[in-house]
């Protein structure tokens, strides 16, 4: 489904390296910065708990990196000073992981694994989880974009990582996404085929109008 027709449904989840002007970030758990708790406190305890068991049961790290340290310029304002942030940093951490990154000044959503993941967390696969199930949910007004909203898009990601890495395994992970969380998900999906079934028809019922002979 085009990740536009996601885009005008927001599943709201209630989902550290700190980055320093100096040094290295600074990790608490599996959560990295975070300085200006842009993660709200629900969706860093779901983290902590599930990262927790995942690494107890796979060996697994998944961090979650929000780079929320505002300057006057920009310290990421290009791709390249993205991937040379990650570059110097995630090459520090231990194998096998998995990072979901977010540089708040820049608005940029990042996902990135380690090279022992590439058979079932690919570049191709991290892409997929970003376009389907965050980059649809992400706010266009600029007034939308809060820590609730953006804490949300992130557990998205997090959550759909989790069920790929459940599945690679075949197990279950007992602090999963809550089953009330899980009939969200279900009830968006739900909704944006039905929507997309509508526009179908309307397009068949269109067509058909243009070749109607007139009377």
Request: charged share 20%; proline share 6%.
């Amino acid at each position: 489904m085009k990740p536009f027709f996601k885009r005008i449904v927001f599943a709201l989840f209630v989902a550290p390296l700190l980055y320093a002007d100096v040094g290295s970030p600074i990790s608490s758990g599996y959560i990295i910065g975070n300085t200006h708790q842009t993660l709200v406190p629900k969706t860093q305890e779901i983290i902590r708990l599930l990262s927790a068991e995942i690494f107890q049961k796979t060996g697994i790290k998944i961090y979650i990196d929000i780079i929320d340290e505002i300057s006057i310029s920009p310290r990421y304002p290009t791709k390249q000073a993205r991937k040379d942030y990650q570059a110097t940093f995630y090459s520090r951490l231990p194998e096998p992981y998995v990072v979901l990154s977010l540089f708040v000044q820049e608005r940029k959503f990042d996902l990135v694994s380690s090279d022992d993941l590439q058979a079932f967390l690919s570049a191709k696969v991290l892409d997929s989880v970003y376009f389907d199930y965050m980059a649809p949910l992400i706010p266009e007004k600029e007034q939308d974009i809060t820590p609730e909203r953006l804490s949300a898009i992130l557990l998205n990601g997090y959550a759909e990582i989790t069920d790929i890495i459940a599945r690679h395994y075949d197990i279950k992970f007992e602090h999963s996404i809550s089953t009330d969380e899980q009939g969200v998900r279900f009830f968006v999906r739900f909704i944006l085929y039905a929507m997309l079934l509508i526009l179908l028809g309307l397009f068949v019922l269109a067509q058909f109008s243009r070749k109607k002979p007139s009377s």
